[in-house]
């Protein structure tokens, strides 16, 4: 399916990704959890593609059902007691926009190699083999699982941002994995709230992203 096509999709599903959401949280009650039940889900969904246990569409919508329904548990468990829900309400469009363009253009991808019989891992095309599962495991993953933290920064940041507080800062983990942008965003230091970008946006790490916020 097309971005227009899946982004219209979506938004009449919406209610049911909000109650999904609701349902992880109830079960998974930290981001930790949640993104160790993620991973979980990952390998599952690989797997049933690679044992032909599951057809390519339904593959394509489960991904889909389970990026946008994770993001959004992640934003409710950084909200935590402070209006939850009208936190995932706000966060709606910020996840379509962040998730749903790079993973239909990875789905599109993805199936196009499959029906020829390669791979595209980045900027290099493999023969589509038994290693090649792998390496698509780890793409589904940095949709499903790694950006649970990212989507949970940014439920506290709303939550921050309702009750009062002023300023933020972002602090990077000075070593040699830190991308240049991370560091310069720490260096900045104390910023009025919400100048500030969330941990794996306009970064070179993305969803790998480990700077943390803090708010005064």
Known sequence: MDLLSIVGLA???REDYFSQAKLLVKKYKTRELLEERMLKESKAI???????QMRWEEYERTLLDKTLTS???AVYLGAADSNPNAKMEKAWPIIIGDMLPPIV???????EN????ALRIGDTTIDFSEQSWPQLLGRVIRYLATPTYSFFSLGDF????DQGYKEMRRIGIDDSRTCENCGRFHNLGWQPIGTLP???RDCQCFDRCRCFIEYR
Do not use: Y
């Not at 690989?46 to 032909?52: A, F, R, S």
């Open 11 to 13: 938004t009449k599903r």
């Open 46 to 52: 690989v797997v049933g593609l690679q044992m032909k």
């Open 71 to 73: 993001a959004l548990a």
């Open 105 to 111: 253009n990875f789905l599109s991808e993805t199936k």
């Open 114 to 117: 499959l029906d020829n019989g």
């Open 158 to 161: 709303l939550r921050r941002e």
């Open 198 to 200: 969330m941990p794996g």
